[in-house]
T-cell receptor, first 116, second 109 residues
Framework: GAVVSQHPSWVICKSGTSVKIECRSL??????MFWYRQFPKQSLMLMAT?????????EQGVEKDKFLINHASLTLSTLTVTSAHPEDSSFYIC????????????FGNGTRLTVT | LAKTTQPISMDSYEGQEVNITCSHN???????ITWYQQFPSQGPRFIIQ???TKVTNEVASLFIPADRKSSTLSLPRVSLSDTAVYYC??????????FGSGTRLQVQP
């Protein structure tokens, strides 16, 4: 089945630094990838839609200059949290779409970001 | 986007059948229903999807009545490892999924 890999699975960084999270589709080409954020005991919230070779589309309230998304290839999208602050601590999850028809979207296993 | 409503939480015991019902009153003609399972600190895992009537796979069944305004996920003989959050979603085309609050299922021994 379709596999989506995220790296790292967890990261701890100091306030003010930047962190990059990778999302890879391992056995298919993903023209579109989606980035979500999930706070404890809450549901997943869509942050942005990433299209290969074009600019990402951000959801309302998500700062595009803070959450930089790059989708340079059909198998890789990256999310960079710039100048991270403790309130950016969260669980970040990606999903990838490249399959045809009504095939379900598959998700990565998430990245736990802790900003100290 | 069709909004979904499902119970916040459910409790069950090992070996029982669990049915989680989701309502989606404004589902559109071309929409279909999909269910995901999420364990703590993991990404959602696809369980099952369907358009109408009944769909069954190796882990669950999905019942969708003729009016498609609701759907029921059925988990046969649950075990402790089925303790998780279950999300019902209505899917329109090739798009990002919009997650509701989900149902937190707790399976007791």
């Amino acid at each position: 089945g379709a596999v989506v890999s995220q790296h790292p699975s967890w990261v701890i960084c100091k306030s003010g630094t930047s962190v990059k999270i990778e999302c890879r589709s391992l056995d298919f080409q993903a023209t579109t990838m989606f980035w979500y954020r999930q706070f404890p005991k809450q549901s997943l919230m869509l942050m942005a839609t990433s299209n290969e070779g074009s600019k990402a589309t951000y959801e309302q309230g998500v700062e595009k200059d803070k959450f930089l998304i790059n989708h340079a290839s059909l198998t890789l999208s990256t999310l960079t949290v710039t100048s991270a602050h403790p309130e950016d601590s969260s669980f970040y999850i990606c999903s990838a779409d490249g399959l045809s028809g009504d095939s379900p979207l598959h998700f990565g296993n998430g990245t736990r970001l802790t900003v100290t | 986007l069709a909004k979904t409503t499902q119970p916040i939480s459910m409790d069950s015991y090992e070996g029982q059948e669990v049915n989680i019902t989701c309502s989606h009153n404004n589902i559109a003609t071309n929409d279909y229903i999909t269910w995901y399972q999420q364990f703590p600190s993991q990404g959602p895992r696809f369980i099952i999807q369907g358009y109408k009537t009944k769909v069954t796979n190796e882990v669950a069944s999905l019942f969708i009545p003729a009016d498609r305004k609701s759907s029921t996920l059925s988990l046969p003989r649950v075990s402790l490892s089925d303790t998780a959050v279950y999300y019902c979603l209505v899917v329109t085309g090739r798009r990002a999924l919009t997650f509701g609050s989900g149902t937190r299922l707790q399976v007791q021994p």
